[in-house]
């Protein structure tokens, strides 16, 4: 895992027309050559960490690269011999965004190994970005450093505009994809600066992203003390401080203040609540109290008759809890944990998606789905979890031999055939904006989210496959959650 590295780098797959059996490819950028290296087994030329940014201290805005240079370049740590790159192709190009609570994950985790979906399709390049920790609170305001991971993002964006043409890809045909922090990052980018694109992107693909921090209605205060501990834990009392601690004492001190205490300022899976929920949960009032201890930051109830509503649209029955087709059984960690997935995944990740997924309908082509597939070796009560799809998006075939939670794909009949589905309908929607150009024999068509019913895809392999639904589960639960949500929106 990497966190708030210094430098800013990227990293590139592109196609196997360009290879033609060189062992150095390069590629000539706007401020110079860089060369990289062939992957033969896949035929395709990869060019990893080429910096998009100038180098910079932690927590000082990354500038854009000013420079020109005439020696040939290695895009670090991988340089193997001379090329052949051909500009001008205007392939698609999709830009993966990777997640980690914004704290944590890192472009060169081979769970984000985009050679297979290169090779599957008439291929995009895939691009991986590394999101970064951003300060939050009033000091860190007044300083102008909020949204620093964001705004780093979106330098990439910009570097890619300028020269991946130079590496085969059409900039007008981008599409940023990300999941978790990175799905959230994606809705970020959709919202940022009154909605403007900037010509960046021209599509997005959000995997489990959630906008939760925009609904706390105290939200200055929840961000000074989010600010507040990281001193008290660094003992610092500046920005300068938090600068000169080394890597691994700051990066040591941020885990301990706590998991989305980087969230910035401002799609779902069937069982996401198993990662999100609080567990423990017996008797209702335990639930009720959690539900009041992560109000304002996960989301806004404004009266104790809100929270006795939430008890009646989430009944204590296991059989309507999650993970979901579980029946009467219960989780070993609490008689009520079921119960609790359900809301707290509805309130942090399912409900979300639902209210983006009924707004963006309005104005532009829509694709909503349900991940309903434990992965191999995943246990009854995480189910088809919170990051459970990405082995599948990317079609990982490098082996499970590591933990199941290192995921790549499991060796089933049904990992395969549900990878190949999934990747081939991301791919599609890269190139041609729906995902129903896949190639794949027997695919279901994937209806557009929208005016004339609100339907989605539900991704599983198992019984009859993926197939369409209505988008309606624990409809009144999700409606009030989104309406509060809502209502305290509008009064920010
Ligand atoms: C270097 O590259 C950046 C990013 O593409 C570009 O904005 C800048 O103009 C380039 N600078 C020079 C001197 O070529
Ligand atoms: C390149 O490899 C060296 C040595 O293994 C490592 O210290 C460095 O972090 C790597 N750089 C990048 C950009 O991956
Ligand atoms: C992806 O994994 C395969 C199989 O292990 C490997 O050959 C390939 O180089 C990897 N691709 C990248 C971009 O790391
Ligand atoms: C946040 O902290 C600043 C200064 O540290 C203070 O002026 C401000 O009142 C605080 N805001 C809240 C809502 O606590
Ligand atoms: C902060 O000070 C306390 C008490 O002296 C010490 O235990 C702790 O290790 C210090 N933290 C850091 C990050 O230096
Ligand atoms: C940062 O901390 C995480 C655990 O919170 C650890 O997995 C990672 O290796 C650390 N990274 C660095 C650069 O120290
Ligand atoms: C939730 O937090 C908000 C903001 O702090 C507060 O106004 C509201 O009363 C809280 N709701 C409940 C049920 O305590
Ligand atoms: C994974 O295992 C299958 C079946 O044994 C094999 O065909 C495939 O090449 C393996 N994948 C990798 C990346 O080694």
Request: hydrophobic fraction near 40%; glycine fraction near 8%; aromatic fraction near 10%.
């Given at each position: 895992m990497q966190l708030l590295q210094i430098f800013s780098y990227i990293s590139l797959l592109a196609l196997p027309v360009f290879?033609?059996?060189?062992?150095q490819p390069t590629v000539k950028t706007l401020n110079g050559t860089y060369v990289g290296t062939f992957l033969p087994t896949f035929n395709q030329d990869f060019f990893g960490g080429?910096?998009?940014?100038?180098p910079s201290r932690r927590f000082v805005p990354a500038q854009s690269l000013n420079e020109r240079f005439s020696e040939v370049r290695q895009a670090l740590n991988y340089s193997v011999g001379p090329t052949g790159v051909k500009p001008g192709q205007g392939l698609p190009v999709l830009v993966w965004i990777h997640g980690g609570a914004y704290v944590m994950g890192s472009s060169?985790?081979?769970?984000?190994?985009g050679s297979f979906n290169v090779q599957r399709s008439s291929p995009p390049s895939i691009i991986v970005l590394q999101p970064m920790a951003s300060l939050s609170g009033t000091n860190p305001e007044k300083a102008g450093l909020l949204n620093l991971g964001l705004k780093d993002q979106r330098l990439a964006l910009h570097w890619i505009n300028e020269n991946i043409a130079a590496f085969g890809?059409?900039?007008?045909?981008v599409t940023i994809q990300g999941e978790s922090a990175g799905g959230s990052s994606v809705f970020q980018h959709m919202l940022a600066f009154g909605g403007r694109n900037d010509h960046l992107f021209r599509s997005v693909i959000s995997e489990?992203?959630?906008?939760?921090?925009?609904?706390?209605?105290?939200r200055a205060a929840t961000y000074n003390a989010t600010w507040n501990r990281l001193l008290s834990i660094t003992n610092c009392s500046n920005i300068a401080c938090l600068q000169a601690l080394p890597l691994s004492t700051f990066n040591a001190s941020v885990a301990r203040v706590?998991?989305?205490?980087?969230n910035p300022v401002v799609d779902a899976n069937s069982d996401e609540g198993t990662m999100f929920m609080t567990r423990g949960i017996n008797f209702d009032s335990d639930l009720v109290n959690v539900i009041l201890a992560r109000n304002s930051t996960d989301y806004a109830f404004t009266s104790a008759a809100d929270v006795q509503q939430i008890l009646q649209l989430y009944p204590d029955d296991p059989a309507q809890?999650?993970?979901?087709?579980?029946?009467?059984g219960i989780l070993s960690?609490?008689?009520?944990d079921k119960r609790s997935a359900a809301f707290f995944g509805d309130a942090v990740m399912v409900g979300p998606r639902r209210a983006f997924a009924q707004a963006n309908a309005k104005g532009a082509a829509t694709f909503s789905y349900r991940f309903n597939q434990p992965p191999y070796h995943f246990p009854m009560d995480t189910?088809?979890?919170?990051?459970?799809e990405v082995a599948y998006v990317f079609n990982?075939?490098?082996?499970?031999?590591?933990?199941p939670s290192n995921?790549?794909?499991?060796?089933?009949v049904i990992d395969a055939e549900l990878a190949l589905l999934m990747s081939s309908m991301w791919i599609s929607f890269t190139h041609d904006?729906?995902?129903?150009?896949?190639?794949?024999?027997g695919a279901p068509v994937w209806p557009s989210y929208g005016p004339s019913g609100e339907q989605h895809i539900v991704f599983q392999?198992?019984?009859?496959g993926s197939f369409v639904e209505n988008d309606n589960f624990r409809e009144a639960g999700i409606a009030f959650i989104n309406q509060k949500t809502a209502e305290v929106a509008k009064a920010l």
């Amino acid at each position: 895992m990497q966190l708030l590295q210094i430098f800013s780098y990227i990293s590139l797959l592109a196609l196997p027309v360009f290879a033609q059996s060189s062992t150095q490819p390069t590629v000539k950028t706007l401020n110079g050559t860089y060369v990289g290296t062939f992957l033969p087994t896949f035929n395709q030329d990869f060019f990893g960490g080429i910096p998009y940014a100038q180098p910079s201290r932690r927590f000082v805005p990354a500038q854009s690269l000013n420079e020109r240079f005439s020696e040939v370049r290695q895009a670090l740590n991988y340089s193997v011999g001379p090329t052949g790159v051909k500009p001008g192709q205007g392939l698609p190009v999709l830009v993966w965004i990777h997640g980690g609570a914004y704290v944590m994950g890192s472009s060169d985790n081979i769970r984000y190994n985009g050679s297979f979906n290169v090779q599957r399709s008439s291929p995009p390049s895939i691009i991986v970005l590394q999101p970064m920790a951003s300060l939050s609170g009033t000091n860190p305001e007044k300083a102008g450093l909020l949204n620093l991971g964001l705004k780093d993002q979106r330098l990439a964006l910009h570097w890619i505009n300028e020269n991946i043409a130079a590496f085969g890809g059409d900039p007008s045909k981008v599409t940023i994809q990300g999941e978790s922090a990175g799905g959230s990052s994606v809705f970020q980018h959709m919202l940022a600066f009154g909605g403007r694109n900037d010509h960046l992107f021209r599509s997005v693909i959000s995997e489990s992203g959630y906008w939760a921090p925009l609904m706390a209605s105290n939200r200055a205060a929840t961000y000074n003390a989010t600010w507040n501990r990281l001193l008290s834990i660094t003992n610092c009392s500046n920005i300068a401080c938090l600068q000169a601690l080394p890597l691994s004492t700051f990066n040591a001190s941020v885990a301990r203040v706590g998991s989305g205490a980087f969230n910035p300022v401002v799609d779902a899976n069937s069982d996401e609540g198993t990662m999100f929920m609080t567990r423990g949960i017996n008797f209702d009032s335990d639930l009720v109290n959690v539900i009041l201890a992560r109000n304002s930051t996960d989301y806004a109830f404004t009266s104790a008759a809100d929270v006795q509503q939430i008890l009646q649209l989430y009944p204590d029955d296991p059989a309507q809890g999650v993970p979901i087709g579980t029946g009467d059984g219960i989780l070993s960690t609490g008689f009520q944990d079921k119960r609790s997935a359900a809301f707290f995944g509805d309130a942090v990740m399912v409900g979300p998606r639902r209210a983006f997924a009924q707004a963006n309908a309005k104005g532009a082509a829509t694709f909503s789905y349900r991940f309903n597939q434990p992965p191999y070796h995943f246990p009854m009560d995480t189910g088809a979890t919170h990051f459970a799809e990405v082995a599948y998006v990317f079609n990982d075939r490098n082996n499970n031999t590591a933990l199941p939670s290192n995921q790549p794909l499991g060796p089933r009949v049904i990992d395969a055939e549900l990878a190949l589905l999934m990747s081939s309908m991301w791919i599609s929607f890269t190139h041609d904006q729906t995902p129903n150009n896949n190639l794949v024999a027997g695919a279901p068509v994937w209806p557009s989210y929208g005016p004339s019913g609100e339907q989605h895809i539900v991704f599983q392999g198992f019984g009859s496959g993926s197939f369409v639904e209505n988008d309606n589960f624990r409809e009144a639960g999700i409606a009030f959650i989104n309406q509060k949500t809502a209502e305290v929106a509008k009064a920010l």
